[in-house]
Every structure is written in C-alpha cells, then in structure tokens.
C-alpha cells in the first residue's frame, strides 16, 4: 500500500465500553494501512469511554468522536455514515481484537473480488472461566449458534452474512445504511438487502476478529432473548429472510407449550431431546476439556430456548426502533 491508497473509514458504535475501548482504539491506531480515518459513535455512555476517545483524539487528528443520541447501534452506524469520507467503511465494536494488517486485508478483498461486503471470522479471545469457554465453544458450533460460516469456518467465498464487515461506503448510502427499526439485527438485514439487490457478500476465512464471548448464562440469555426478538421485528420487513436454520428453534417454546397442554410427558421428551442433541454436538469437539464440553452443551441449550422465546416476543411485541434522543 502507499499514500495514495483509499481513504478507509472505520467506525465504532459504542456505549459504556471504558474497560476495552481504550485497547481497541490502540489496534486501530496500529494498523499497517496507511490511510483510514476513526469516527466513534457514543449513545450517550455513563463511563469513562467518551473521555478515552477524547484523549485519542486530541492526540491523533484521525479519530473524532461523535454523538448518537438514538442510542441503538445502528443509529450509531448510520451517525458515523453521514460522516464518513472514506471510500470504504470497516466496521468494528469498542472491543473488537483485530491484528495489525485487518484494514489493508479488508480493501484487498474488496478490490480483488468487486465485492459490496467482506467479512471474516469470529474468534474467541481466550478467557479463564469455563463457562465463558463453554459459551464460546457453542458460538463457534453448528449445533450452538448454528452453520453460519462465520462462526464455524470453512472455504471463503460468497456468503449470507459476515460478522461485522467491510463495505463500499457509496454502496451503504445507496441502500439507505442501517436499518434502525430491526432491533440489534442491522447487519444480516444490510447484508440480506445488499444481497436482494444483485451484491455480493463475500467471506475470507483469514480475516478474523476477537470478540469477548458473554462470561455468565444470565448474560447469555439476555443476549438471545434480544437476538430473537430482533429477528422477528426484522421478519415484519423482510419475511424472506427467514431460513430453516431459524425456523426449527423458534419452534420449541410454542412445541413446549402445546406439549404442556397435551402431555407433560411428551414435552418433557422433547426438552430432553433437545439437551441430548446438543450434548452429542458437544461431545464431539474432543479438542477441549470435558467440563467446557459441558459448559458448552448448556450454553447452546440456553441459546436456543432464549431465541424461541425472544423470536415469538418480537412477534407480538417488535423490538422498539432508535429513538430520536434530545
């Protein structure tokens, strides 16, 4: 690369991420690519992680920090958007792990493949608690957080959706950016409507990205209850976007319930059914110790009930759109 290579502008929404965002600023800053601008879009946090951004920027005349007073992280995306002067736009989170060459290799794709949106993989940053280690190994899982291939890997090449990515920013801005009214599901939404449009979704599987896996179940929960909920609000727009990956665990609360109704012993069987398939998935990554085997098997059994029973809350209730802030 040289200094005349495209102006990239990477983009952070965050909220209250004072405890990373000052190292994840750091592997920005480190990046070997030589021309990038940092826009960091805030949702009004109550911590130190304005003050960090400050300081960055006062030291270094790429970064800005700007407000996103609609809070959501797509607001913050589109706030980060409407500033943007970069050709193209990485987008990363205010803990995100990234290596030295993670911007030059994004352009590089891009360019070689024409692509609208390049992604990598999600890697787990290594953390000592088992349960921690047992929630990453379901993300990573087919029978955890599904086939997705960013999450289990595999061959680069045309994909449904990326974590993250990278994007040609007039491609974004024809498209409207990201959607704000389908809860914390705004990048397969962009990347189903890129894809709707005739855009190519690429994945290279050397591109990866760290990301802090939830260190508690209860923060699990919490986390898949939002993401079906998300993506029932999201199915009101795009009801073709809706894949039998989905489709199967959305049903369970319901199949219980019904069960429940009919017999108790068949939705026991069920529920039991359920913990022995994931417990087999799991029994299968040999790699790892037995009690993050485990560990793992009640994460994805957590996981999956959550997203049912958010999916159908969405359903009634759709996860609420960006506000307008003050």
């Given at each position: 690369?040289?200094?005349?290579?495209?102006?990239?502008?990477?983009?952070?929404?965050?909220?209250?991420?004072e405890a990373d965002i000052d190292g994840a600023l750091g592997r920005v800053a480190s990046q070997s690519y030589p021309n990038f601008e940092v826009l960091v879009a805030d949702g009004g946090s109550?911590?130190?992680?304005?003050?960090?951004?400050?300081?960055?920027?006062?030291?270094?005349?790429?970064?800005r920090l700007l407000d996103n007073p609609r809070r959501l992280q797509s607001a913050g995306l589109n706030t980060a958007l409407a500033e943007?002067?970069?050709?193209?736009?990485?987008?990363?989170?205010?803990?995100?792990?990234?290596?030295?060459e993670y911007v030059g290799r994004c352009v590089s794709v891009l360019e070689s493949t024409g692509a609208d949106v390049v992604g990598g993989i999600m890697v787990p940053v290594p953390t000592p608690s088992v349960v921690?280690?047992?929630?990453?190994?379901?993300?990573?899982?087919?029978w955890g957080a599904g086939p997705a291939r960013f999450h289990t890997g595999g061959e680069s090449g045309p994909a449904e959706t990326v974590y993250?990515?990278?994007?040609?920013?007039?491609?974004?801005?024809?498209?409207?950016?990201?959607?704000?009214?389908?809860?914390?599901?705004?990048?397969?939404?962009?990347?189903?409507?890129?894809?709707?449009?005739?855009?190519?979704?690429?994945?290279?599987?050397?591109?990866?990205?760290?990301?802090?896996?939830?260190?508690?179940?209860?923060a699990l929960v919490r986390q898949y209850l939002r993401y079906g909920r998300s993506k029932a609000t999201m199915l009101r727009g795009q009801p073709d976007s809706l894949r039998l990956r989905q489709l199967l665990p959305s049903l369970m609360a319901p199949a219980t319930i019904v069960g429940l109704v009919g017999s108790r012993r068949l939705a026991a069987a069920g529920v039991l059914a359920h913990g022995t398939g994931v417990a087999i998935g799991a029994s299968r990554a040999r790699e790892?110790?037995?009690?993050?085997r485990l560990a793992g098997s009640v994460a994805a059994w957590l996981m999956h009930w959550a997203w049912s029973i958010g999916f159908w809350w969405g359903a009634i209730s759709p996860f609420p759109p960006a506000h307008g802030g003050d």
């Open positions: 690369m040289t200094s005349g290579s495209p102006l990239v502008s990477v983009v952070l929404p965050v909220l209250d991420e109550l911590d130190a992680t304005r003050s960090i951004v400050e300081q960055w920027a006062g030291r270094d005349g790429r970064f943007a002067r970069g050709d193209y736009l990485v987008r990363l989170d205010g803990h995100s792990f990234i290596d030295d921690a280690q047992g929630i990453a190994l379901a993300n990573r899982s087919s993250l990515g990278s994007f040609r920013t007039d491609r974004v801005r024809q498209l409207g950016g990201w959607s704000e009214n389908v809860g914390i599901n705004e990048d397969f939404d962009l990347n189903h409507r890129i894809r709707s449009s005739g855009g190519l979704v690429w994945l290279d599987v050397d591109l990866e990205v760290g990301y802090q896996p939830r260190k508690t179940y209860r790892v110790d037995p009690g993050v």
